[in-house]
């Protein structure tokens, strides 16, 4: 900013951000999906349903969505690059100049069959509020800095944060902010509607495949190595595998393959799948080879040769206190209380690949779920697309901004941010 120009109150900022987010603030509901989409976006679709609630895709398919965000930013003034670091439903939209970078995360996939059951539409929504009202007050108080928001496809399903980590999307960026909607009910026994920080958990994917030889079932049973035996076996040694593991751990699996029902014969190939989750990535390394383990004893018992194919999935999401400090504070101000921090979850996100790069912030808002469903469930679904949600996501968004507003001018404090994420990297 020029010398002779005086730093702005956080008071002052404030305000002229709920001024702009108030005069954006129908297209914001737009986009989220309470009125026809179209009378903002009619340049993008013939279709009166450019919603992305109402809309919901799949990993990588997230057209509609990808097209009404960038719709938005660009009514808004703002130059956009579609499909992103080789990813065809990312963007990435830059506004300001030097100083330090603050990225939001708009996350926007949806869950098959139930549609928008973890409410990715209000984490855009969240992300697109932040990235403005930054953009915003930066320009307006001539402040140097720059905001990044950067679409990240596929969270549910392919890892589109790792897809853009390893493609470079965040190389410059100083620190990554977004929020996650969970519902209140696990907040309001605490007098809270959600928390700033949350450590999830790292997980690790195992695919198994059972060859055995096919016999008829009837006739020569004897004759035949059956697959089918090897995968149930290997189901029973994880289920027993289960007692001895830590509270925080998990490990589900599936049947990928089986023979079908009324098929005479021998299975003479199965396929299986478990996912390991355990409270960082060498934790869930670890208990992927106690799962793999339980795989190879049942082909050992059965005869069959088992091929195994590991995939490191998504690393856990650290902590960085500061950055809680700072969005807890700012809720605050904004009249929503939240914790500081609130310990494990047991889920993963590829955000925790991006909290292991730079520093970063998961925070969670409540919102009101009717029949006490949570995440990934049709009740969540129905609630992600509520009014109340709508509203509240508006307000973490602004918080968002405001934490981003700090990261910026505050040299101290982000000074205590790069303290923090290098004191993790010890613990992890």
Known sequence: MSAVQEMPSTAVVREAMEEYITSVERRLRDLNAYVSAQQVMTKLSHSPEVKIHENPELAYKEHK??????????????????HAYGLETSFEVISGSGGRLVNFNAEYDALPGIGHACGHNLIATAAVTGFVGLAYVLKRFRI???????????????????DLLNAGAY?????????????????TDKGVLGTAGFSSVASHTLQGTYHGLRAHAGASPWEGVNALDALVSAYVNVSMLRQQILPVE?????????????????????RTQYT?????????KTLGTKVRRCMEAGALATGC?????????????????????????????????????????????????????????????????????KNH????????????AYERTLIAGKGLAMTGWDIIIDDAFYGRVKEDFENDKRLR
């Open 250 to 270: 998990r490990i589900h699996g599936s049947v990928v393959e089986a023979p079908k029902a009324n098929d005479n014969a021998i299975a003479a190939l199965t």
């Open 377 to 388: 469930t049709p009740g969540f679904t129905k609630a992600a697309g509520s009014a109340v």
């Open 305 to 373: 040769k088992l091929e195994v194919e590991e995939k490191t999935g998504y690393a856990d999401l650290r902590v960085n206190e500061s950055l809680c400090e700072s969005f807890q504070q700012h809720m605050h101000a904004e009249g929503v209380k939240i914790l500081k921090s609130q310990g494990y979850v047991a889920a993963a996100t590829d955000q925790g690949d991006v909290s292991y790069a730079i520093p970063a912030l998961h925070g969670v808002i409540g919102i009101p779920v009717d029949d006490g469903s």
């Open 65 to 82: 969505a990808h097209d009404a965000i960038l719709g938005l930013v660009e009514e808004l003034g703002f130059q956009v690059t579609r």
């Open 276 to 284: 390991a989750r355990s409270t960082t990535i060498r934790g869930a």
């Open 171 to 187: 190389n410059a960026v100083d620190v990554s902010l977004m929020i996650h909607p969970m519902s209140d009910a696990e907040y």
């Open 144 to 162: 140097d800095g720059r905001v990044q928001l950067l679409g990240t496809p596929a969270e549910e399903d392919g890892g589109g944060k790792i």
